[in-house]
């Protein structure tokens, strides 16, 4: 990237510009990652001076971040931030500048994370054909007898621990969305492999490395292992643990292995804890030994694995104690003010290795603490970001614990050609990450403690049970699906009454022309409200001012948003039992109404979706993310109290 382009890149995203009034209030996450975005396009670690970006696994690391602060605050430019740092490297067919198949490196293999959530979220085929380059590599990757992937071509016969975070979690996303089933039987070997050949009995630890041929002058001579516990590799290898369950079956019959591996790990993790810093030390296992020191890539990466792991249920609830334990050492021992309400990490080691030329990284003690402490490395700046994005999740109240949220796939069920070529469903389904997605709306309520569900079939009193919230979105018209599913007095009877009995109902319809609106009236009627099939607030182009709905102060559902987005809307008509909840120049735009123990929210446009709250697209004074957060607040509330 020559020095003209970084200075495009870093105007077009906006950094010049972040005053401090736009930096108010950052949490810890985001002020990390300012710090990134400004330093780390001059760091040497990503320009390697005249020639340019050089694909290294550091960035990806710092990315992983990113996509998480994004999530957490819908702020955009944490996602063109992502983008830009991507599009450095790829051209028009996806390939790779100064990427290597042929070096079989699994650390080239890191980045392709962020290669798929571009995809996921663009649709652009540049960032799946490049990832599916990082797939082949993976495929031809040279194996150990057993069938361990080596971590290099220039490392044979070895698995280093470093290795299942640089490929594992990519490996498991790209298998689940490209439907490589066979993978996960691979991806499940790689950590059980790990953790036979180099899990210390007494300690619980992992040491760094493995070399099967003995070979290796670290290697022991009779157990294949490297001398010393380092606390990053086994941060790296509880992180790859994390995130590739997330998209590991859950029906899988390696899942609940890898689950009791992460569970070991953990505890060993939280053993070697230091009780006066909360933090690990380089050298886990000696503590006290003269030279060993507190490491924060290490101790970010255990705090994120322990509060992640927590939170999907993968391991008990009382290990959060270590992970608080560790979030506030981390705050304490690495942070520091870099002005702005920017941050530094502090104290992360550079780099260490096994083997290599010129200089042999015997593993040793020694070895280990004479590498170079540094402040703002990215691998370090990466994991902090990941562990507080983790960290400020779980300091958020849950008062929707215990709920479920249910999305209707029955009168929605639109189908699109997936990246395999077969159909999926698509449009307001949680797992979607485009535009169309509820992915955010659905993490929204996740992070409130609602858990998400999805009904395929016809609602009935009998299978809404289980659900507190039930939101219909969107009704299919037969111009969307061939053989749509209408509402009728029937379905609207089982709706009605699972209501009536305490559900909180969401309506989130279309315009006339986009939606089928004449047959579903049929259920909000019963409630007093009435869509109309018109289309209210046409937006040409980019004029997103005709889109603009103000919402007056002391609104009972938005305590938050003032100001919001929301295009080509079926107005309403609220009689008793409804009552308008947001009206704009005479226009219902929003009704509520509350029907027995239950309660009713409609709108005329499905406008809690990816596109309008994640910040990529509208302009930054419309505040559709805070509406959403206040929605789903009010939602929770209507629920009657007995849970």
């Not at 255990?302 to 391991?315: D, N, P, Q, S, T």
């Not at 009193?461 to 919230?469: A, R, V």
């Not at 226009?587 to 123990?597: E, H």
């Not at 509208?618 to 505040?623: I, K, N, R, V």
Request: proline share 4%.
């Amino acid at each position: 990237m020559k020095r003209s382009l970084l200075y495009t890149v870093i105007t077009l995203l906006g950094f010049s510009s972040l005053s401090k009034s736009t930096l108010a209030q950052k949490k810890l996450s985001e002020q990390l990652t300012l710090t990134a975005m400004e330093k780390l396009f001059q760091d040497t670690t990503v320009l390697k001076g005249a020639k340019g970006p050089k694909w290294s696994y550091d960035m990806g690391v710092v990315l992983e971040g990113a996509a998480a602060v994004w999530r957490n605050t819908g702020d955009g430019k944490y996602f063109k931030y992502i983008q830009s740092s991507m599009d450095a490297y790829l051209d028009k067919d996806g390939n790779i500048a100064t990427y290597k198949a042929e070096d079989f490196n699994i650390d080239n293999i890191k980045n392709g994370r962020a290669l798929l959530l571009l995809y996921k979220v663009t649709g652009q085929q540049k960032y799946l054909l490049a990832s599916t380059q990082l797939f082949e590599q993976i495929q031809k990757q040279p194996r150990t007898k057993e069938g361990g992937f080596w971590h290099k071509k220039i490392y044979p016969n070895q698995m280093w621990l470093d290795g299942l975070y640089m490929g594992q979690p990519f490996y498991a996303e790209y298998a689940k969305l490209m439907k490589k089933d066979d993978a996960f039987d691979d991806i499940a070997k790689q950590f059980i492999l790990m953790e036979k050949n180099s899990r210390d009995a007494k300690t619980g630890l992992l040491y760094h490395g493995y070399d099967e041929s003995r070979a290796e002058k670290w290697a022991d001579q009779t157990t294949g292992r490297s001398p010393n516990f380092w606390g990053r590799a086994m941060g790296w290898y509880i992180m790859a643990l994390v995130d590739v369950l997330d998209n590991f079956p859950v029906n899988h019959p390696q899942q609940k292995e890898l689950v009791a591996i992460l569970n070991r790990t953990a505890t060993a993790t939280v053993k070697y804890q230091d009780p006066k810093s909360g933090v690990w030390f380089d050298i886990m296992d000696m503590p006290t030994r003269k030279g060993n020191y507190l490491e924060s890539s290490a101790s970010s990466m255990f705090v994120y694995g322990l509060a992640k792991g927590v939170r999907k249920g993968w391991l008990a609830p009382s290990f959060m104690a270590a992970a608080n334990k560790g979030y506030a050492g981390l705050k304490k021992e690495f942070i520091e003010p870099a002005g702005d309400e920017r941050v530094n990490l502090t104290k992360t080691v550079s780099v260490s290795g096994l083997g290599g030329k010129p200089r042999y990284r015997d593993g040793s003690f020694e070895y280990y603490i004479s590498e170079k402490v540094i402040t703002n490395d990215p691998k370090g700046m990466g994991a902090f970001v990941c562990a507080a994005s983790e960290m400020e999740i779980a300091a958020l109240p849950k008062p929707g614990k215990g709920l479920t949220v249910t999305v209707d796939n029955f009168f929605n069920n639109e189908y699109m050609a997936g990246p395999t070529g077969d159909k999926i469903p698509f449009h307001y389904i949680w797992e979607e990450d485009d535009n169309n997605g509820f992915s955010l709306l659905g993490k929204v309520f996740n992070d409130a403690g609602v858990k998400t569900a999805t009904l395929k079939s016809a609602p009935t009193t009998s299978n809404l049970k289980g659900s507190n919230i039930y939101i219909i979105v969107d009704p299919d018209t037969e111009k969307e699906t061939a053989n749509p599913n209408f509402m009728n007095a029937a379905h609207a009877k089982q709706i009605s009454e699972w209501v009536k009995a305490g559900g909180v109902l969401v309506l989130l319809l279309n315009d006339a022309g986009n939606c089928e609106i004449t047959k579903f009236n049929v259920l909000p009627e019963t409630f007093g409200i009435h869509f109309n099939e018109d289309s209210r607030n046409k937006v040409q182009g980019s004029n997103f001012e005709q889109g603009a709905i103000k919402i007056p102060a002391g609104n009972s559902i938005f305590k938050t948003a003032k100001k919001v987005y929301i295009k080509e809307i079926s107005t309403i008509v609220a009689k008793s039992p409804a009552v308008s909840a947001l009206t704009d120049h005479g226009d219902v735009i929003i009704a509520t109404a509350k029907y027995g123990k239950g309660t009713v929210f409609a709108v005329g446009d499905p406008w809690f979706y990816n596109e309008y709250i994640d910040g990529r697209k509208l302009p930054a004074d419309f505040e559709n993310f805070k509406a959403t957060h206040d929605l789903v607040n009010w939602l929770i509330k209507q629920v009657p109290v007995k849970r």
